[in-house]
C-alpha cells in the first residue's frame, strides 16, 4: 500500500486507504509526522491494510504557518478539519503528549466519530499545569511582558513559548470536569517520563466517565515510548481495539 501524500489547504498530510475504523495519529507540541511513532503506524497500518492519517498540524513540520503564531485552540481545529474532510465514519485516534489533549478535545466534540483513543504519554492541560505552573516568576513576567520565552529543548534548537499559547490553553482545559467519553481509552506512560508525569494518565482516567478505560505503565519508558519493545506494545494495544481481520468495516 502506498501513502498519499497531500494537502489540505495550508495543511500537510498523508493518508492510507484502507478498511476501517481508521487510525488517525495525532502528534506533539514542535513535533511533525515523520517521527517514530507515526512512521511504526503508518507501516502497521499496511501492513493490516488499515486506513491511517496524518498530519502537521499548523507551523509543524511541512504544514504552512508559523509555529509561534499557534495555540491548543488552531491546532485543535486543524486536526477538527482533517477529521471531517479526510476520514469517514468512526475513528482511532491515537494522541502522542499535546496529541494527547487534542484527541480528548476531539472526542467530546464528535463522539459519532470515535471508535477508540489511545494516549501516548498524553499531557492534557500541559500549557498551565506543566508550563505556567511551573515557569518561575522570571519567566512569566517575561511572557507577560515581551509576549514570549525562548525554552530549552534537550532534543533540538530553542523553541518559543508564547502567551498567546498561555492564555489560549487555558480556554481549552479538559481536566477541570469529567469527561464524558464511553468509547474504548488506552493509555500508555513511560514512568521515566521526565517532560509528563505518569500519574498524569492515572488523572485522566479518573475522569472519564466511561467504564471501558486501561492504563499501562511502561516502567523504563520515557516520554517518547519510541523503542522498538514500546512501538510493539503500541501495535498490540491498537490491534486490540480493532475487529479481527475479516470482519473489518469498510473504511
Known amino acids: 500500500m502506498t501513502e498519499e501524500h497531500g494537502t489540505l489547504g495550508h495543511l500537510a498530510y498523508r493518508r492510507l486507504a484502507g478498511r476501517g475504523p481508521g ?12 517521527g517514530s511513532k507515526a512512521e511504526y503506524l503508518a507501516a502497521w497500518c499496511a501492513a493490516r491494510g488499515q486506513a491511517f492519517l496524518r498530519f502537521d498540524y499548523s507551523g509543524h513540520g511541512t504544514s504552512g504557518g508559523r509555529f509561534e503564531e499557534g495555540s491548543i485552540g488552531l491546532w485543535a481545529s486543524d486536526a477538527e478539519r482533517v477529521l471531517l474532510e479526510l476520514t469517514q465514519g468512526p475513528q482511532i485516534l491515537v494522541g502522542s503528549s499535546m496529541g494527547g489533549w487534542i484527541a480528548l478535545l476531539l472526542a467530546q466534540r464528535h463522539p459519532e466519530r470515535l471508535a477508540g483513543l489511545v494516549g501516548i504519554a498524553a499531557a492534557p492541560d500541559f500549557t498551565e499545569d506543566l508550563m505556567w505552573a511551573q515557569f518561575p516568576p522570571a519567566v512569566r513576567v517575561q511572557i507577560e511582558r515581551e509576549g514570549f520565552w525562548l525554552r530549552p529543548s534537550e532534543y533540538g534548537a ?54 471501558d478505560v ?38
Open 23 to 34: 487510525i488517525v495519529f495525532l502528534g506533539g507540541f514542535n513535533s511533525d509526522m515523520t
Open 158 to 211: 530553542p523553541y518559543p513559548i508564547t502567551r498567546t499559547l498561555i492564555e489560549d490553553g487555558r480556554r481549552h482545559l479538559v481536566l477541570r470536569a469529567p469527561l464524558p467519553i464511553t468509547a474504548p481509552v488506552r493509555l500508555l506512560h513511560g514512568q521515566q517520563d521526565a517532560d509528563v508525569p505518569w500519574a498524569l494518565s492515572l488523572r485522566i482516567a479518573e475522569m472519564i466517565t466511561g467504564g
Open 214 to 251: 486501561e492504563v499501562t505503565l511502561v516502567k523504563q519508558g520515557d516520554h517518547r515510548l519510541s523503542k522498538p519493545d514500546e512501538l510493539a506494545l503500541l501495535g498490540r494495544t491498537l490491534g486490540a481495539l480493532l475487529p479481527p481481520l475479516g470482519r473489518e468495516n469498510p473504511g
